[in-house]
């Protein structure tokens, strides 16, 4: 039962193209959601966030739009640069439980030069 | 100020052997998480804790799995007995948890786990 979904494994764009991640979430009760990034060998890193209360939240070239109709989010990076390479995950968590985050199974990108 | 620490980075043991992965978290932090990833998946929340108490261990397997976050010393994630299918990625983070609102989770490196 994967409440946070990435259906895409892979993607990979030019540098300077923009990138679009995907991420869908089945539970209604989320109401917090976040993007981590994660090098190979390293631990997550937190990327940008989004509260349910809002549809956009831009922090430089890394902008996450939340549609909660339809349930989903988006992490779009513009311009893509080559260190931008790495997985990305889609995670949530519930008001009630901020501290129990779910996290979706991630999507690597590869930025080519 | 160093980030969260994990160790050791990289453990291997033989199947029916008890694994210890230890946790320090960052400096000021009291809020400890453990998560696991098992190969092409990603993280699964496994347990949160404060200093001396568990607070969420809705991820945990019922059985062979234990944590603790002791008032001196790091957090401890033990597992009594492993077998194959323990072999993963093994993550803690920290966090400040802040009052009220989400906060933010610093994740440490990492333990790798091998079950021979």
């Known amino acids: 039962d994967q409440q946070v979904k990435q259906n895409s494994p892979s993607l990979s764009v030019q540098e300077g193209r923009i990138s679009i991640l995907n991420c869908d979430y089945t539970?209604?009760?989320?109401?917090?959601f976040l993007w981590y990034k994660k090098y190979p060998a390293e631990g997550p890193t937190f990327l940008i966030s989004?509260?349910?209360?809002?549809d956009k939240n831009e922090d430089g070239r890394f902008t996450v739009f939340l549609n909660k109709s339809a349930k989903h989010l988006s992490l779009h990076i513009v311009p893509s640069q080559p260190g931008d390479s790495a997985v990305y995950f889609c995670?949530?968590?519930?008001?009630?439980?901020?501290?129990?985050?779910?996290f979706g199974p991630g999507t690597s990108l590869s930025v080519i030069p | 100020n160093a980030g969260v620490m994990q160790n050791p980075r990289h453990l291997v043991r033989r199947r029916g052997q008890e694994a210890r992965l230890r946790c320090s978290p960052m400096k000021g932090h009291s809020h400890v998480y453990w998560y696991r990833q098992l190969p092409e998946e990603g993280l699964k929340f496994m347990v949160y804790?404060?200093?001396?108490?568990?607070?969420?261990e809705s991820g945990m397997p019922k059985e062979r799995f234990s944590a603790e976050f002791p008032k001196e010393g790091p957090s401890i994630l033990r597992i009594q007995q492993v077998v194959r299918g323990d072999s993963a990625a093994y993550f803690c983070?920290?966090?400040?948890?802040?009052?009220?609102?989400?906060?933010?989770?610093?994740f440490g490196p990492g333990t790798r786990l091998t079950v021979l």
């Open positions: 989004i509260s349910s209360i809002k």
């Open positions: 804790l404060q200093k001396e108490n568990i607070i969420d």
């Open positions: 539970n209604s009760m989320f109401d917090y």
């Open positions: 995670a949530a968590s519930e008001k009630t439980s901020y501290d129990k985050v779910i």
């Open positions: 983070a920290s966090s400040p948890r802040l009052a009220g609102g989400p906060a933010e989770q610093f």
